[in-house]
């Protein structure tokens, strides 16, 4: 119900986890919302692991053998050349963070899924990859990182090994005293 209510309200969304955590999994069900499924997601991939079920979907993937090759990066600003509903992305694993949450950060609401083994260990995964791009991080680039996320959902094994969100938190700015992104539980 709190993940329900966040894509409604057009959240921006990291789902983290660790290696078979159910994270792809869980983005292709929540592709199948209605605010996905009534709008004109752009859904990028690197590289290609499923089919949108998305009536209007936009999907594409990148291509690194092609010439000259097609990056997740070129693919998020070609993205932005288009009316898209929300911008998601299939996993964020390197510079490509960095165009990302500029979408994300001037209204463009989206999901993406990224290996992490907890909340703030997520943000500041994305903060590394925003960094691979060339860019200085102060503390104006993490702040901004703070406004373009709006929750972190954790996926996870049980003891039983069934794979489960084990958190949701919700993101609330940087915070440069403390050196940290503010994060509170909602799950």
């Known amino acids: 119900a709190i993940l329900r209510r966040l894509i409604a309200d057009r959240a921006t969304i990291l789902l983290a986890g660790e290696v078979d955590s159910g994270k792809t999994t869980l983005l292709r069900a929540c592709l199948e919302e209605p605010a996905f ?14 089919t949108p079920s998305c009536p209007n979907a936009w999907s594409l993937s990148a291509d690194p053998w092609a010439d000259p090759p097609v990056t997740l990066e070129m693919l998020v600003a070609g993205a932005l050349r288009v009316p898209i509903s929300h911008l998601v992305i299939g996993e964020v694993r390197r510079a490509e963070a960095r165009a990302m949450i500029i979408a994300w950060a001037t209204g463009h609401p989206g999901i993406c899924t990224l290996h992490a083994a907890n909340p703030a260990d997520a943000l500041d995964r994305v903060a590394q990859m925003v960094g691979l791009a060339g860019v200085t991080m102060d503390t104006v680039q993490l702040r901004w990182i703070g406004k373009a996320i709006g929750a972190v959902v954790q996926m996870g094994r049980g003891p039983d090994g069934q794979r489960r969100v084990t958190a949701i938190a919700a993101v609330d700015g940087y915070d440069p005293q403390a050196g940290a992104f503010r994060l509170h539980p909602l799950a």
Do not use: I, K, R
């Open 37 to 50: 499924t009534g709008g004109l997601p752009a859904v990028l991939q690197d590289p290609f692991e499923f």
